[in-house]
């Protein structure tokens, strides 16, 4: 059983879809950056100083006691941030399908070349010339 799960652990699907998944995983980490550090900067006075990440709407208040301690957290939905990932779920999707097009170009690049056959061993060479050479004295 520990023979099977290794065969099927170290299978090139298997490895190349995990290392897939961890580009991936870092891709999106550098599109979130961008999202959050430069895209939705250079947004926000185009949309008259609102800054995306703040658009949030509080559902209901938290509860504070006497002595200021909070008693029960503030319900707030942060519509911003979802927006925010949204844009970055668009971008990485679109590279994700920017790339896999351009693979699949490759590929049919590939199957459409013409391969040229493969030269015949020298021992069939050689017996041709002879054979050729014992038609010719005939």
């Not at 900067?41 to 609102?50: E, H």
């Not at 844009?87 to 790339?99: D, G, T």
Request: net charge negative; charged share 20%.
């Amino acid at each position: 059983m520990l023979k099977e799960f290794k065969e099927f652990a170290m299978k090139g699907n298997l490895v190349d879809m995990a290392v897939g998944f961890v580009m991936g995983g870092a891709f999106a980490t550098v599109v979130t950056a961008f999202i959050q550090g430069v895209f939705l900067p250079i947004l926000a006075p185009i949309m008259g100083g609102i800054d995306l990440s703040s658009i949030a709407f509080t559902i209901s208040p938290a509860e504070v006691g006497a002595d200021g301690e909070v008693i029960k957290e503030a319900a707030i939905v942060e519509l911003g941030n979802f927006i925010a990932a949204c844009i970055s779920f668009i971008i990485v999707a679109f590279v994700m399908f920017l790339i896999i097009k351009g693979m699949n170009r490759m590929k049919a690049k590939e199957e459409a070349a013409p391969a040229e056959p493969p030269a015949p061993p020298r021992q069939e060479v050689l017996l041709e010339e002879i054979r050729n050479l014992l038609a010719k004295q005939s």
